[in-house]
């Protein structure tokens, strides 16, 4: 991957298909963005894609693999896999309630009387599992004799985990990732990969040591054809310090609460606490197709101050509702909060310029999600429309919409902020950070006669980028 910013975006949110994206990226951020995050475009039956019936195929509605191909020319391109599991609708699963243990796709799947060694969980082995919805993380499989067993299912009921230790497992997964990167993959995101592991009487969650085989298993499948794996992991950041110091990219998900804290209540101590010891083989993150994670920051801030940024957030952000973050918009994640980023600074354009300037001076590659580079505020309308709480930070942009965004001073400023990350030398070079004052951070990139440096002072809400070459010194104009 190319050490410049990545554009996150679904296939269908900037112009209706994968073409139009593509028309759009040479329109407006072709010298903005050095790769592009597609986020899953195959055939899928829920989750915005997430749920992949079929890795081999390009969902018609978006394009084929020559759109794909297309993009692949100009960006590096990132691709998702959904390593811990796949559509209920795919004919592995469809195979296997057809034909139960006659199915070659049996192993595919964790049946709970194999994977129990009383074929049933007791209520202790349960609590101890790290679960994402109320309950058992199973659906009940009916087959086509008559029959009915428990089937391991993490998230919905529409995506059945995968068996990523059988044999046939293993191969599914090779297959998958080897043809990921024959189609131009430059990295591939290993979505939900903590799950991926499953072990009695743990609580199923980044199982180690197994976890390190599974993950330098898909390394090695990877590098063998010249791409990369990025694995997602929400969770505390010692789990991200310690992929990256196996020598792997990581995320870097702490960063937004840390961030909108330095920001609501001017005080850098934390965030800058965060800079000194984070990984320095990162991508950054403000927004993703998520929310805003809160899990993410634990220990980096204290108990106190995440509820009080929370807090403040439901308070003084734009349009944003504690409301949005429950059952009554289909979502139980205490670990994420619905929100753009945009809005979660109140829609302040300074604000908000002056995050993304944090962002893109952090050490990391800069991932900047589709809503985010066009400063987007909270979609009301989606959300209610489709009583769906993420779908608050997924708005669909047409391109006359666009256009018109275009024209937003915040949005002409960021384009220009991205196009300087993009293009100057210094950030291929080494990393420094000062504290001026309790409210003002200095984070500096020097290579060889190159030097970029960002004065934030987050009690104004202001920001100055002195740009060298040398002896000779300017002030960035945006």
């Known amino acids: ?10 296939p269908d949110s900037l112009g209706n298909d994968l073409s139009d994206l593509n028309r759009i990226m040479d329109t407006y951020f072709s010298k903005a963005f050095g790769g592009i995050h597609i986020l899953p475009f195959f055939p899928s039956s829920g989750d915005r894609g997430f749920s992949p019936e079929d890795y081999s195929r390009v969902d018609p509605a978006f394009g084929d693999w020559d759109s794909i191909h297309a993009l692949g020319e100009k960006y590096d391109l990132i691709f998702d896999y959904m390593i811990n599991h796949i559509s209920r609708n795919s004919r592995f699963y469809r195979d296997f309630l057809e034909r139960k243990d006659d199915s070659p796709y049996k192993n595919l799947f964790i049946r709970y009387k194999d994977f129990w060694r009383a074929g049933e969980p007791t209520a202790e082995q349960v609590d101890l599992i790290y679960k994402r919805k109320p309950c ?11 029959t009915a067993e428990k089937i391991w299912s993490t998230f919905s009921e529409e995506q059945i985990d995968l068996n990523t230790a059988s044999p046939e497992g293993r191969e599914f997964l090779a297959d ?6 024959s189609h131009g993959a430059a990295m591939v995101r290993l979505d939900a990969f903590a799950y991926a592991v499953k072990k009695e009487n743990t609580n199923c969650f980044f199982v180690e040591p197994e976890i390190w085989e599974l993950l330098n298993y898909c390394a090695g499948i990877l590098r063998d054809k010249g791409a990369e794996i990025l694995p997602e992991i929400h969770e505390h950041y010692t ?3 310690k992929i990256a110091d196996q020598g792997f990219y990581v995320y870097d998900f702490a960063l937004p609460m840390l961030l909108l804290h330095a920001l609501y209540f001017g005080q850098t101590q934390y965030l800058r606490h965060w800079l000194e010891i984070c990984p320095r083989e990162q991508f950054t993150t403000l927004d993703t197709h998520d929310g805003i994670g809160v899990v993410d920051v634990k220990d980096l801030l204290p108990d106190g101050e995440i509820e009080k940024t929370k807090e403040h957030l439901f308070r003084y952000g734009a349009n944003v509702k504690k409301i949005y973050n429950t059952a009554a918009y289909n979502n139980l994640d205490i670990y994420q909060i619905n929100c753009t980023y945009y809005s979660a600074l109140g829609d302040d354009d300074d604000a908000y310029l002056l995050a993304r300037a944090v962002q893109f001076f952090c050490p990391g590659i800069p991932q900047v999600y589709y809503v985010g580079a066009l ?3 909270n979609d009301l309308t989606l959300l209610e429309a489709t009583k ?3 779908n608050i930070n997924r708005h669909y942009y047409s391109e006359a919409e666009i256009h018109g965004e275009m024209r937003r001073p915040v949005v002409r400023k960021l384009l220009a902020l991205l196009e300087f990350r993009s293009s100057h030398r210094a950030f291929s070079g080494d990393f420094a950070l000062e504290a001026p004052a309790g409210h003002q951070l200095r984070l500096t990139w020097t290579a060889g006669p190159d030097r970029a440096s960002l004065l934030a002072d987050f009690a104004s809400r202001t920001f100055e980028i002195t740009v060298s070459q040398g002896e000779n010194n300017r002030i960035l104009e945006l």
């Open 176 to 181: 998958t990732l080897r043809g990921l990167a």
């Open 136 to 146: 058992e993380p199973c659906v009940t499989a009916e087959f086509a004799d008559g």
């Open 1 to 10: 991957m190319k050490n410049k910013p990545v554009l996150i975006t679904y």
């Open 388 to 390: 769906e709480g993420r």
């Open 239 to 241: 789990i991200q310090k």
């Open 375 to 377: 400063a987007g505020k």
